[in-house]
């Protein structure tokens, strides 16, 4: 079955970067777009952009752009997502998600992996 | 940015009632909302698309509508499984949007 599973938590200072893998399963990695989106504790869900696997190709929400980097490895189906200068309201959980449809952009996430908890204090 | 707003933010019901959660647009965006609903410590599920399309495997009684600016999640009759958090979100324009979720607890 399609399954995406993530890296482990993370605990980071401010001003630090944080990279988040997303290994995927059941399906032909290159063939979706892979998104990710984060949850503040407590909070709604916030896109953060996606990169299309077969290409490399990158969509940055404009709120991040500088500061996340997403890359891929198809060797091992997995995707990256690094955050650079850490801040405290960075605290999140950050989830990667398939988009729906092969080959194009939807926008509609399913599946969507277990999330990774990145706690960023001093 | 599109702000959606979601009405209410947390709603109190019975197993077996029917219950509908609203979620607004500041402007127009055709029939781009998808709906998904979050346990708690689990990753949000894809429920509907393009406003009233079922995801496959999702349960009939749950059902979307709405276009513009004003849509709708209906249950028809609330199940044990039900109780969850729902978010809507837009996507018709960058960046991509959510709701601020809708709370479903059991009365």
């Known amino acids: 079955q399609v399954q995406l599973v993530q890296s482990g938590a993370e605990v980071k200072k401010p001003g630090a970067s944080v990279k988040v893998s997303c290994k995927a399963s059941g399906y032909t990695f290159t063939g979706y777009y892979m998104h990710w989106v984060r949850q503040a504790p407590g909070q709604g869900l916030e896109w953060m952009g996606w990169i299309n696997p077969n290409s490399g190709g990158t969509n940055y929400a404009q709120k991040f752009q500088g500061r996340v980097t997403m890359t891929r490895d198809t060797s091992i189906s997995t995707a990256y997502m690094e955050l650079s200068r850490l801040r405290s309201d960075d605290t999140a959980v950050y989830y990667c998600?398939?988009?729906?449809?092969?080959?194009?952009?939807?926008?509609?996430?399913?599946?969507w992996g277990q999330g990774t908890l990145v706690t960023v204090s001093s | 940015d599109i702000q959606m707003t979601q009405s209410p933010s947390t709603l109190s019901a019975s197993v077996g009632d029917r219950v509908t959660i609203t979620c607004r647009a500041s402007q127009s965006i055709s029939s781009w909302l998808a709906w998904y609903q979050q346990k708690p410590g689990k990753a949000p599920k894809l429920l509907i698309y393009k406003a009233s399309s079922l995801e496959s495997g999702v349960p009939s009684r749950f059902s979307g509508s709405g276009s513009g600016t004003e849509f709708t999640l209906t249950i028809s009759s609330l199940q044990p499984d039900d109780f969850a958090t729902y978010y809507c979100?837009?996507?018709?324009?960058?960046?991509?949007?959510f709701g601020q979720g809708t709370r479903l607890e059991i009365k």
């Open positions: 979100q837009q996507y018709n324009s960058y960046p991509i949007t």
């Open positions: 998600a398939r988009d729906w449809i092969p080959t194009t952009v939807t926008y509609w996430f399913d599946p």
